[in-house]
């Protein structure tokens, strides 16, 4: 027989689950099986904090509170949460075609999707392949460059180029191309034939700037440095993303994507955005390729695609990139040796077109656009995100953003903070109340950080 049910966790870390919990069950000592990822599991499990619910702006915790999403989930959840659209064409989709094969077979909702999402991209990246996730999407785009040149006569292009402070995921690909020392250091010796350019943040030259910052565009030209180093026949592609989002909002200096593009050009290397999280509608446009004027060569996507309702990603790719590994296979043979069981699978098709259909028909992405000035009010921003930093406490770092961030739970704000930085993207449903929330309480906690 199960404990009988009560309010709130207790001393030793078990969970009492609430009533409105119907299938969360939990045994004394539970928490201990999950290791949880990106997280000090000692000390959530000593002192965890569970969401049972969420609806629009709020998500419930097991105690019944409510907690305010000034993050969007994890930068995700863009249509806000609990939209009975994306539910209902899942609950649907689930009952009609619950799985198909991803290899080989096909079902028309795949095809449906990706042609409504090429629609979102300018120019010619018109062709999506479709992954479960941020990581496994850069990966996709990076060996889809590698390869690219080889079927093009170029097989020697197999250098990879990222950037300081940037972040890909976790795959072992994005890893060595991401920037942050603690996502690699101890993981071995990674990828060979990886480059990274420096980050764009510069606090001096850049203190106090709004949007974009006049500062940095130079920074661009260490490509030239390292084409000059390794020569371009020897260099596949540059990914990074155009505002750095895991490192604290990095936004992209006044011209610098301009000069990526310009440099990759004239060296014919392929230029990747990783648009995880400024994709769909996060910069107040449809991605950052948009809202730059910039277009790449490959967009990785994720995250925003079914408002993190359903894992996926997908890798918008241009025409002349799909064209040449057809131009380089006999018609009956696979063209491209990846793929995964789950690409495009049928739920997650539904969650997505139900996503898309939302972003529309509230045309959030303007929305987003609309608000973002009063989010600059209170924020260093870009469209819908922004954050600040910290300064970190001599010999322990990290340690007063995680104060603000446990603080700010327990007045009901959930934040992100990585290192010693907190980083905000709410959902684009936020109404201009929500952002005087979130910045009451947020001004409130700083007050009190040691
Ligand atoms: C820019 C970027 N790329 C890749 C990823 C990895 O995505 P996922 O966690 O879905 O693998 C993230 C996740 O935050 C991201 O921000």
Redesign the pocket.
Known sequence: MPAPIKLGHQPSGEIMSTPSATNFEPTPNNLESFWMPFTANRQFKAKPRLFVSAENMHYTTIEGRKVLDSTAG??CCNAGHGRKKIVEAVSKQIANLDYAPAFQMGHPMAFQLASRLSQLMPGDLDHVFFTN??????DTALKIAIAYHRAKGQGTRQRLIGRERG????GFG?ISVGGIVSNRKVFGSLLNGVDHLPHTFNLKEQAFSRGLPAWGAHLADELERLVTLHDASNIAAVIV?PVA??TGVLMPPQGYLQKLRQICDKHGILLIF?E??TGFGRLGKGFATEYFGVQPDMV?A??GLTSGTIPM?CVFVRKGIYDAFMDNAAENMIELFHGYTYSAHPVACAAALATLDIYKEEDLFNRANDLAPYWEDALHNLGMIGAVELEPIPGKPTARAFDAFLKCYEKGLLIRTTGDIIAMSPPLIAEKSHIDQIFDILSGVLKTLD
């Not at 996730?133 to 850069?138: A, D, F, L």
């Not at 972040?167 to 976790?170: A, F, K, S």
């Open positions: 994890l930068w996730s941020g990581s496994e999407s850069v972040y890909h995921g976790v994005g993303e989002g895991s990783d995880v999280i990785t994720a995250k990603g």
